[in-house]
């Protein structure tokens, strides 16, 4: 099996904080990107599950940033979700390197092209 749809999703989201910590408006815009670029429709509750799967596996985590020099504080589980859109999140070393190993799941090519013959995950 190449992969299922949430395990898609958790890749997308690692990708959207691979380079930089993130608030929840920012991935979502980068994985509803890609997942257009390959025809799938993702839903916000959809990326919200992801980033708190990717959480509890300790794969990313969620940061409380403030205006101030105070630094900033790190929580162990996904926000509440009145509270996430004050919240950033970043991936962990765990996260990196499962972001950089290889997922027959992932629909492009090193040019960031998809793939010939990728299908999408049905489940």
């Known amino acids: 099996m190449i992969g299922n749809r949430s395990e898609l999703i958790k890749r997308f989201?690692?990708?959207?904080?691979a380079d930089d910590f993130?608030?929840?408006e920012q991935?979502?815009?980068d994985v509803t990107n890609l997942s257009g670029k390959c025809g799938l429709t993702i839903t916000s509750s959809e990326i919200v599950r992801g980033l708190g799967c990717l959480i509890e596996t300790g794969l990313a985590k969620a940061?409380?940033?403030?205006a101030s020099e105070?630094?900033?504080?790190?929580?162990s589980s996904l926000p509440p979700a009145k509270d996430i859109?004050?919240?950033?999140?970043?991936?962990?070393?765990?996260?990196m390197?499962?972001?950089l190993s290889d997922y027959d799941g992932w629909p492009f090519d090193e040019q960031n092209v998809l793939r010939k013959g990728w299908a999408a995950p049905t489940t």
Do not use: C, M, W
């Open 13 to 17: 989201v690692l990708n959207a904080i």
């Open 70 to 75: 105070r630094p900033p504080d790190e929580i």
């Open 63 to 66: 940061y409380r940033l403030y």
């Open 27 to 29: 991935i979502t815009k």
């Open 97 to 99: 390197s499962v972001q």
């Open 22 to 24: 993130e608030n929840l």
């Open 85 to 95: 859109d004050h919240y950033y999140f970043g991936i962990t070393e765990k996260g």
